[in-house]
């Protein structure tokens, strides 16, 4: 009987909404599982990073990594697999453009320690412990891996070969990678597995004007969107017109508007500052001090814009003397 | 095959504009170490032919196929570099400027060093660009052979002649239900053995006889769409209630019970609903004004049922043109209750008003209830313009003709009412035009009194039985005051109120004062920035009667040549939508300032954004809107900007 090519699951910085994903491919599944041989899976089989250690080089076929760059043990493992993998595969948000994780970018080590171990309100030690990278107990030495500043895409620290998007990716475009691979007929290296067309397009709101004229901006819970209706046209920020394809236009679905998980269309560098010009295009104010008031209603622009890609921006993170080279 | 890159860069000394801060040789040094540059010269006029034939040499021997100035802004010399690099059998849009002298040497003359640092990054972001540029092809189209004219004053009115006269087929709308504009209110005038209404009567036989010409009465423009060389305009014709079978309507006006103040006498006097304009008015004809009409029939009694229709449906129609002439006009500034008295004493009136008063065709003194002579007369002058004041909007501007014009019907007053004594309470006398300073000498040696006042000390006008005016005269700084028996306020000129409207419909941008901002003040005085729209007449600013012809000749001169050259070249740098990428979100249509940009249906029924190259003037507005980068303006794509970028930060 042939061999069936190794496939592999890593999570790095995730929530592990990019492993329910896999999960909820049902019993299609049972598909992949036929045509490959999973070698290494941490949340569903009980696999040792010995057991990767001990393949040969490109031993296996494909790799599928999720979650963000946040600690040394995110490196050490990602680079592991890319020695021993043909292909690796950036799978969801966080691998693909820093994710949610990247948020922290915002902040740095000492001020993401002193607010989870000591000022969150939900910590009752009177002399709090923040986290070490080695503890002695009774003469034996215990290691975490050690907390980055910054929070990086995977890319940034291997090379990565394509990108699924999404958090979590719609488990089609698994199945439809995983088809593609096998096919053997590879799309170039770097490209996004999902078709690169804008959001707006698989969208079933519907735009009633030709021009969109915004005075005002709304979060979701101010008003109730008028039923089948573009939200960007009633004044709800959406990010559809910033986002690719794929998902299906879930959120909309639902009338909720795009968070653009699944990042831009090829050739935008930047969401943020993209859809900062398309939002100031469709602003109808002409005085100062109303449009200032109008951009001091978005309680948390950078927030909402680089929700799933602050350390794909250009900036990355936001500047801190603190920040140390890493 | 891709065909390879070799890069042509020139740096410009411009005499001593550059070269008098930056060090040229360090430019043209580090330019020779950037990847595809295989010239690079520094020349010291680079526009001088002997400039432009080194260029167009090293094209035909060297190779060169991609060509960076760097010199003075592309607003200066871009055209004169792309017809070198044409003139050479290259492709124009193969050329980079990279703009060192108003950037760079003129903005840092007192660091040199810095200026040369910063000149090597303009032309390394300008080669890196290069590397990137297409070729584009230049396109033309066909121009539709007729010209629009929108208003029917002294200006329209010209303006459809010159055209006519060449030729061409013009169609010439006006709002209200009589042409000649103002000129046909306004009696004698400044140097003129003609009056007003005689130039405007004269105008209006030769337009409405013309056999290229379609006047169009109480019309007006609804839509403008399509686009240059081929403009597709919609109108609304107003009917005029009463049938050409009326032949007695002057009893129709007799019984009509309806009164309101009368436009054309500026509200000195009332009018019916049923009325004819004025005296000497074109079309001579009765027209029901239904904004006043209350529908109840009288005149229909009078004059027979077949002959009036109250139930008239206004005309919408439309119709493509070559090019548009915009003479719109101006409305004169309403003094606001009580300023200067105004509207609290019949005896208090603006110069508009006197106008009116002066013209054959207006109402005399006696019809306002003036008594006959009049002994004291005052004028007061900058009413309503040269204001002082912070506001952007404030009417700082000088109005232009009032002096002249109350200075001329002093003149006039003196001869009606010899024994009278004459003030003028003025800030600055303007009679600027030629022979009107003439006129002012007159004045003053006919005994015309001159009392100059301040903006911030305006004089104050009471009612004391009579006018009462108490004004500063800084001249001799002497408190004076004046009962008087008729005020002039010398009212200025405003836009006019359909501005608004028109600005919207043809995309012309208007100053903070209101007037309308033409292409360009000096080179381009009739133009608009949309192309094939002109301006005329007093829509641009205060202007006379004879500017006002000047400028509707001028225009007209402007607006056959597309005409008579038949075809259009269209802007080659324009948007582009990567139809594979857009997914029609309408950012790019909501930001077009020139309704370019639409959303259509493909065939396989994906919507995507399509941009008309006719209409885009590449202004690249939707291209940097695009949040998907689907839309991208020729010569300034994502992929070069960002190269630019690279170079920027390296």
Wanted: glycine share 6%.
């Amino acid at each position: 009987m042939k061999e069936k090519p190794k496939a592999a699951f890593y999570w790095c910085s995730t929530c592990g909404g990019c492993e329910e994903s896999v999960v909820d491919l049902a019993e299609k599944i049972l598909d992949v599982v036929a045509a490959i041989d999973i070698v290494f899976w941490p949340v569903a089989l009980d696999f040792k990073l010995e057991d990767v250690e001990s393949l040969k080089d490109k031993e296996i076929a494909v790799c599928f990594i999720n979650g963000a760059i946040r600690t040394s043990e995110d490196v050490h493992v990602s680079k592991l697999l890319r020695q021993k993998s043909q292909l690796i595969v950036a799978y969801g948000s966080c691998s693909h453009l820093g994710g949610i994780p990247g948020l922290a970018n915002f902040w740095n080590k000492e001020s993401i320690f002193q607010k989870v171990y000591k000022e969150a309100p939900t910590i009752q030690d009177e002399t709090p412990i923040l986290p070490q990278e080695e503890t002695e107990i009774n003469g034996l030495t215990l290691t975490l891996p050690k907390f980055f500043n910054t929070v990086r895409r995977l890319d940034e620290v291997i090379d990565v070969d394509y990108y699924i998007p999404g958090c979590a990716p719609n488990p089609d475009l698994l199945l439809e990678a995983v088809q593609l691979i096998l096919s053997g007929n590879l799309p170039p290296k770097g490209s996004i597995l999902s078709p690169n067309r804008n959001m707006c397009e698989d969208c079933p709101l519907e735009r009633k004007e030709e021009k969109i004229q915004l005075q005002s901006f709304f979060r979701p819970f101010e008003i109730i969107p008028e039923p089948g209706r573009c939200l960007l046209e009633q004044g709800i920020i959406c990010l559809g017109p910033v986002t690719r394809v794929g998902c299906g236009a879930l959120c909309m679905k639902v009338s909720m508007p795009c968070r653009g998980c699944y990042g831009p269309t090829d050739g935008v560098q930047d969401m943020g500052t993209k859809f900062a010009s398309a939002l100031a295009s469709i602003v109808d104010i002409d005085d100062d001090q109303q449009f200032m008031k109008l951009i001091a209603s978005i309680p948390n622009y950078s927030g909402l814009v680089y929700m799933f890609s602050l350390p794909s921006s250009y900036f990355k993170r936001k500047n801190m003397e603190a920040v140390k080279n890493e | 095959m891709a065909e390879s890159i070799r890069i042509g860069v020139y740096i410009c000394h411009c005499g001593i504009n550059i070269a008098g801060v930056i060090d040229v040789k360090q430019v043209v040094d580090h330019a020779k170490t950037l990847p595809n540059v295989v010239v690079s010269k520094d020349l010291v006029f680079t526009c001088s032919s002997v400039g432009q034939n080194t260029i167009i040499e090293d094209i035909k021997n060297e190779g060169i196929n991609r060509v960076v100035v760097a010199a003075c802004s592309p607003r200066m010399h871009e055209g004169t570099f792309r017809n070198a690099v044409e003139k050479a059998g290259l492709n124009p849009y193969l050329f980079e400027m990279a703009n060192i002298r108003e950037h760079s040497s003129w903005v840092h003359p007192d660091d040199p060093e810095g200026a040369t640092e910063k000149a090597k990054t303009l032309v390394r972001m300008a080669v890196a660009k290069a590397r990137l540029l297409e070729p584009i092809e230049k396109s033309t189209a066909e121009v539709t052979k007729k010209v629009l004219v929108i208003g029917g004053g002294i200006a329209g009115l010209q303006a459809s002649l010159d055209a006519a006269e060449r030729g061409l087929s013009v169609t010439l709308v006006e709002k209200l239900p009589v042409l000649g504009g103002k000129a046909a209110l306004i009696g004698d005038l400044v140097y003129s053995e003609k009056k007003g209404w005689q130039i405007a009567k004269e105008l209006i036989e030769k337009v409405v006889t013309h056999e290229n010409i379609r006047v169009l009465t109480r019309t007006t423009v609804q839509n403008v769409s399509g686009a240059f060389g081929d403009y597709r305009v919609s109108f609304v014709t107003e009917p005029r209630y009463i049938k050409e079978t009326c032949m007695h309507p002057e009893k129709g006006e007799e019984v009509c019970p309806v009164e309101v103040p009368n436009e054309y006498d500026f509200g000195l006097t009332q009018r019916k609903a049923f009325f004819k304009p004025f005296e000497g008015a074109y079309p001579p004809t009765y027209v029901i004004d239904m904004s006043a009409c209350t529908k109840c029939g009288l005149c229909l009694d009078s004059c027979g049922k077949e002959t009036i229709d109250l139930d008239a449906k206004p005309l919408e129609f439309s119709e493509e043109f070559g090019t548009i002439i915009v003479a719109a006009g101006y409305k004169p500034y309403v003094p606001t209750t009580g300023e200067y008295g105004f509207g609290n004493d019949t005896r208090i009136i603006t110069l508009s008003q006197l106008e009116r008063i002066m013209s054959e065709n207006g109402p005399s003194f006696e019809d306002i209830g003036l008594s006959n002579p009049l002994e004291n007369i005052i004028f007061i002058s900058c009413v309503g313009s040269m204001e002082e004041s912070d506001n952007t909007d404030a009417r700082t501007y000088c109005s232009r003709m009032c002096c002249s014009s109350s200075i001329k019907n002093m003149l006039k007053l003196r001869e009606l009412f010899p024994s009278s004594n004459i003030y003028f309470l003025y800030r600055d006398i303007r009679t600027y035009a030629r022979r009107e300073e003439h006129l002012y000498e007159q004045a003053s040696k006919s005994g015309i009194i001159f009392l100059k006042y301040e903006a911030s000390n305006p004089p104050e006008v009471s009612i004391n039985g009579k006018p009462s005016v108490k004004v500063l005269d800084t001249l001799v700084g002497k408190r004076i005051q004046i009962l008087a028996d008729l005020v002039v306020l010398a009212n200025g000129m405003m836009p006019p109120s359909d501005i608004l409207k028109l600005r919207s419909l043809l995309k012309f941008p208007c100053s903070p004062d209101g007037w309308v901002a033409e292409a360009h003040p000096k080179l381009r005085p009739v133009e608009l920035p949309s192309p094939g729209v002109y301006i005329a007449g007093s829509i641009q600013a205060p202007k006379d009667i004879i500017e006002s012809i000047i400028s509707a000749s001028a225009a007209t001169a402007k607006a056959v040549v597309p005409i008579i050259h038949g075809r259009v070249e269209l802007e080659p740098l324009v948007s582009y939508v990567n139809e594979d990428i857009c997914g029609a979100c309408g950012i790019c249509v909501s930001t077009c300032p020139y309704d370019a940009v639409s959303r259509v249906v493909l065939q396989d029924g994906r919507r995507v954004a399509r941009v008309n190259p006719r209409l885009c003037m590449g202004c690249g507005q939707c291209a940097s809107a695009c949040p998907s980068a689907a839309m991208q303006q020729k010569s300034f794509t994502d992929e070069q900007i960002h190269e630019m970028i690279e170079q920027l930060v390296v």
